[in-house]
């Protein structure tokens, strides 16, 4: 009996001992399968990100096939090919990913490389002007094939994202068949209760965890943004409701964009580029408070939500990111100097989570185009911005269709003789129904668009086409005009002003380009380089505004200048006030000693003006002298009170 129950306890044991071991192997070999089907499960998110990003890609690309059409002799050529090299990169990404499909991705790489040759005809096609062939060798030969190859990775797309979420039902069907494992091992012993818990608590952490965290940075992400946002204004709504508890505060959102990131990935590459968004995430994450919640939106997109009772609050967390900011970065040695430009919407009764963010973006996108560093959503940011785009709807027809835009030109005086020495040129906009549009509402809407290089074009030509007239009819009269930032760092500004001099026959010297002291300092070495290349062909600088930048004495030492223009703000009152006056001939002094001449603009009555040559300023602009006028008034001046020079 005694032998009979010990083999019996011996065959308890060793079946405990089995089941143990099967237990345990069984939830080793579920956690190392449930661990492979996560790994494959980024790994798909990869491919799949890949599509992606090749399909948005080949869109992006057909898009500016039809835009190069639609602008010829525009930026459209130079961008198409870079989009068409970046979806070739983008479609050689997915050919070494996918090694599961590896002949067909390598079929669309080939068709796709194929595309460049018909492409390059395009563009030629359009650059002689044959408009209607392009059209049709797009239609016939470029559309059909770029259609074949959208197909193919739209399919192929649809086919990886099937699989993830098949790798997904996967990955939860084990962890259910663990944690039964668990519940079974719990009753053999705690011990491998315990492990087991551990194990699946482990890995579920982790698939969260990749599905609400920004893998760079760490943050959480816009779907972490999403979901956070959406239980604060629903947390606000119930509160509305029992108005006898205490409020949590109002929901606001930051969307904090950074100015010039672009410029780093190009120039310094994407790892610097990388490193520094990390730097960022840290220093956003130090300038709020414990409670407010950060996270990356996407590229150099970050977002902050914030939950008080006061609103203006977020005027005070967006100072503070702002001036965190203005600390560089140092990275490898290297110090990037960075800007951020903030918007902010707060919610209102009613609002979801996209009208929000859509606020706040709107808010930090007029912050950006007009350089303000922070700017808050109102009912009124929204008519703003229709406004806007109405705006630039009529500039763009008003440029296409011509007569609207036309030039005034204000005389330019010699103080000591009273002698006229050149005109300004002075954009002016007479619309068909709103009447006369002043320049300050419509040029900022132009210089944050591509429309400005066209619009300069225009002004330049009928400056330069006016300057010929009166050559013409004898008289010599310098025109200055106004260039942009955006124009100045223009690559080809330099050979369109060379080429414009040269078909209407108007001598260099009789052109005077304006630019400020801003669109110098935004990128000194490009603007450096392109006023020598204006001033190789005989063409006069001047920097105006002169006084209102931030330029210094090394670049002002450094350009090709020959002309500075005081701003009116210290011209105004230098006649009565000494510390505008003593300004005023220092500036003067400042440019003789460079060999410069010093011209005041804003002279609107005769003490300024005595005042101006009391201390040796050479020449003068204003209402005092003489108003912006039509071509034909300045050539009856010229009639008037100038014999022509032969």
Request: aromatic fraction near 6%; glycine fraction near 8%; charge should be negative.
């Amino acid at each position: 009996m005694r032998s009979a129950r010990g083999s019996a306890s011996r065959w308890l044991v060793g079946l405990v001992a089995v089941a143990l071991a099967g237990l345990s192997g069984s939830a080793v070999f579920g956690s190392r399968q449930q661990a492979d089907i996560v790994s494959q499960i980024a790994t798909d998110g990869a491919s799949t990100d890949a599509y992606q990003q090749t399909s948005y890609l080949a869109r992006w690309e057909s898009a500016m096939m039809q835009q190069a059409l639609r602008k010829p002799g525009g930026d459209g050529h130079r961008q198409l090919l870079d989009v068409y090299r970046q979806t070739q990169d983008a479609m050689e990404h997915i050919a070494a990913l996918d090694v599961q499909d590896q002949q067909l991705t390598a079929e669309i790489v080939q068709a796709h490389r194929g595309l460049n040759g018909e492409i390059a005809t395009y563009l030629t096609l359009i650059d002689q002007g044959d408009r209607q062939t392009a059209e049709d060798h797009l239609e016939k030969v470029i559309e059909p094939a770029t259609t074949r190859i959208m197909d193919v990775v739209l399919a192929e797309q649809q086919n990886h994202l099937d699989e993830h979420a098949d790798r997904q039902a996967d990955g939860q069907r084990e962890s259910r068949q663990l944690m039964w494992g668990n519940g079974l091992a719990f009753v053999v012993t705690l011990l491998v209760l315990a492990l087991f818990a551990w194990s699946a608590r482990a890995h579920r952490l982790q698939v969260e965890a990749m599905a609400t965290t920004d893998p760079l940075t760490g943050l959480p992400n816009r779907a972490a943004f999403t979901d956070r946002t959406r239980r604060a204004l629903a947390e606000d709504t119930s509160h509305r409701r029992r108005a006898s508890e205490p409020r949590p505060g109002r929901a606001t959102v930051l969307v904090i964009n950074l100015d010039g990131f672009r410029d780093v990935n190009e120039q310094l590459g994407h790892r610097v580029g990388d490193l520094l968004l990390n730097h960022v995430s840290r220093r956003l994450q130090v300038s709020v408070r414990e409670h407010d919640f950060v996270a990356r939106l996407g590229g150099d997109e970050f977002a902050v939500l914030l939950r008080d009772a006061d609103p203006a609050i977020g005027e005070a967390i967006a100072a503070r990111l702002t001036d965190a900011f203005d600390e560089p970065f140092v990275i490898d040695d290297l110090t990037v100097d960075l800007e951020v430009s903030v918007g902010a919407a707060t919610a209102r009764p009613g609002d979801d989570v996209p009208t929000l963010l859509r606020h706040a973006d709107t808010a930090m996108s007029i912050a950006k185009q007009q350089r303000l560093g922070f700017r808050r959503f109102t009912t009124s940011t929204t008519e703003d911005s229709n406004a806007r785009l109405t705006l630039l709807g009529d500039l763009r027809r008003a440029l296409d269709h011509g007569g609207e835009i036309s030039l005034h030109y204000q005389p330019k005086v010699d103080i000591g003789s009273g002698v006229l020495v050149g005109v300004e040129a002075l954009a002016r906009w007479q619309h068909p129904t709103k009447g006369p549009i002043s320049p300050g509402a419509f040029i900022p809407v132009l210089e944050a668009t591509t429309l400005i290089h066209k619009f300069t074009h225009q002004v330049l030509t009928e400056a330069l086409t006016q300057a010929r007239t009166w050559l013409d009819a004898g008289y010599r009269v310098p025109v200055a005009v106004n260039i942009s930032t955006r124009s100045l760092l223009d690559a080809d500004f330099p050979d369109q002003v060379a080429t414009l001099l040269r078909e209407i026959d108007v001598p260099g010297e009789q052109l005077c380009i304006e630019v400020t002291e801003y669109s110098i300092m935004s990128d000194p070495n490009t603007a450096i380089e392109a006023l020598h290349r204006i001033r190789r062909l005989g063409v006069k600088i001047s920097v105006d505004d002169y006084g209102t930048g931030y330029s210094s004495m090394t670049y002002l030492r450094l350009l090709p200048l020959d002309e500075l223009k005081i701003d009116r703000s210290f011209v105004q009152d230098m006649s009565t006030d000494r510390g505008n006056r003593a300004l005023v001939a220092s500036t003067v002094e400042l440019g003789h000693n460079l060999g410069l001449t010093v011209v005041a603009e804003g002279i609107e009555d005769a003490p300024t003006l005595a005042a101006l040559g009391e201390i040796g300023c050479d020449f003068a602009q204003g209402f005092h002298l003489a108003r912006p006028m039509p071509a034909d008034a300045v050539t009856a001046i010229l009639r008037r009170v100038y014999a022509p020079v032969a």
